[in-house]
């Protein structure tokens, strides 16, 4: 079974930075695309980024293009989402999963981790 643990958020002004991370276990990381996703209260969990298997490949959603950059480290099974000029409406739960691929943006698992929060203050 996969176990994926997400940490880095925290509370943050507006304009500021954080940097998430997430370790993966339990299946072959290094042959999935991963990917991050964030969940607002009474929102929808939504895509964020996906990085290809060997990390040469990203793609983001329009609203933090310029903003986010994921990155990956097969050896430590870990993905980074680093966040840079946060904005309140990027507060949100963040979660990492495995994406089918980097056309079809959604989770190839049912399961998800306990995510991180991050809290921007305007």
């Known amino acids: 079974q996969v176990q994926l643990v997400e940490s880095g958020g925290g509370l943050v002004q507006a304009g500021g930075s954080l940097r998430l991370s997430c370790v993966a276990s339990?299946?072959?990381?290094?042959?999935?695309?991963m990917g991050w996703f964030r969940q607002a209260p009474g929102k929808e969990r939504e895509f964020v980024a996906a990085?290809?298997?060997?990390?040469?490949?990203?793609v983001y959603a329009d609203s933090v293009k310029g903003r986010f950059t994921m990155s990956r480290d097969n050896a430590k099974n870990t993905v980074y989402l680093q966040m840079n000029s946060l904005k309140p409406e990027d507060t949100a739960a963040y979660y990492c999963?495995?994406?089918?691929?980097?056309?079809?943006?959604?989770?190839?698992?049912?399961?998800w981790g306990q995510g991180t929060q991050v809290t921007v203050s305007s």
């Open positions: 999963n495995a994406v089918k691929s980097l056309v079809e943006l959604t989770p190839l698992y049912d399961y």
């Open positions: 339990g299946r072959t990381f290094s042959s999935n695309v």
């Open positions: 990085n290809s298997r060997s990390g040469s490949t990203t």
